[in-house]
């Protein structure tokens, strides 16, 4: 009868344990795949959204573009075909970054964070990269920036951000930290952009003092260099 009750509570013992057991693994999957749903939904959400930009932007380039065809076609003087020409030269100036720019946008202020060593002494945890900034800059233009500048300089295309010494480069003058990044375009999108869990921000957080707030209002200045083109030349231009 002992034997009995004994080997009825050792089956009882065990069955509370796998259904513990079972319990912690069924909140487990479930708090692991809320994680990644809500992550997957943040990435999905900022594409969205760039989708839609891009969608608006390419609609109002197709309606300028033939608005010009139009006022091409309809320019009757000398002085309504320049003033269309200048326009467009406008555009393009604009296009290239050679133009100070204004609109909403975001401000992301890149610091060091600092630690007490041993000696009592404050330390940078670490020093701030060349490619800490390039991932910051690439996730603003994922995200439909239209223009961008680190410290007041303006990014194109020719722009160079490498590591020089404690220093970094930016189209060829030197900087240290603070970091300030502003970027024109959707705030809300940006930021988000930003923010994405596991994204950018998330990856340099742990290591630097971050500040990122939305503006009414940002100034882009312009690109402080000429640009030069000595090699390149369109495909369509003939040969001499």
């Known amino acids: 009868m002992a034997r009995k009750w004994v080997g009825q509570a050792a089956m009882g013992c065990v069955c509370i344990l796998l259904g513990m057991v079972m319990t912690a693994q069924f909140r487990n999957v479930q708090q692991v795949g809320g994680s990644v749903s809500l992550r997957r939904t943040q990435e999905l959400s900022v594409q969205l959204e760039k989708l839609r930009a891009d969608n608006t932007a390419l609609q109002g380039k197709l309606d300028t573009l033939r608005t010009q065809i139009n006022e091409y076609q309809n320019a009757g003087t000398t002085a309504e075909?320049?003033?269309?020409?200048?326009?467009?030269?406008?555009?393009?100036?604009?296009?290239?970054?050679?133009?100070?720019?204004?609109?909403?946008?975001?401000?992301?202020?890149?610091?060091?964070?600092?630690?007490?060593?041993?000696?009592?002494?404050?330390?940078?945890?670490?020093?701030?990269?060349?490619?800490?900034?390039?991932?910051?800059?690439?996730?603003?233009?994922?995200?439909?920036?239209?223009?961008?500048?680190?410290?007041?300089?303006?990014?194109?295309?020719?722009?160079?951000?490498?590591?020089?010494?404690?220093f970094i480069n930016i189209n060829t003058h030197s900087y240290s930290v603070p970091f300030v990044v502003q970027a024109i375009g959707v705030p809300k999108t940006l930021e988000a952009g930003l923010n994405l869990a596991g994204g950018v921000l998330d990856s340099l957080r742990p290591y630097y003092d971050i500040f990122v707030a939305q503006q009414e209002e940002v100034v882009i200045p312009p690109y402080g260099a000429e640009i030069h083109f000595r090699y390149a030349r369109p495909v369509n231009e003939a040969k001499p």
């Not at 020409?85 to 296009?95: K, P, V, Y």
């Not at 041993?118 to 603003?140: C, M, R």
């Not at 194109?156 to 010494?165: F, H, P, Y």
């Open 81 to 166: 075909l320049a003033e269309t020409m200048r326009q467009d030269l406008q555009n393009a100036r604009m296009e290239a970054g050679l133009l100070e720019m204004t609109g909403p946008g975001i401000m992301l202020t890149l610091d060091l964070m600092y630690i007490v060593d041993a000696a009592g002494t404050q330390q940078p945890f670490q020093q701030v990269l060349d490619e800490d900034l390039l991932s910051i800059v690439n996730e603003l233009n994922a995200s439909g920036a239209e223009a961008v500048s680190i410290n007041g300089e303006r990014l194109v295309a020719t722009s160079e951000i490498r590591n020089a010494g404690k």
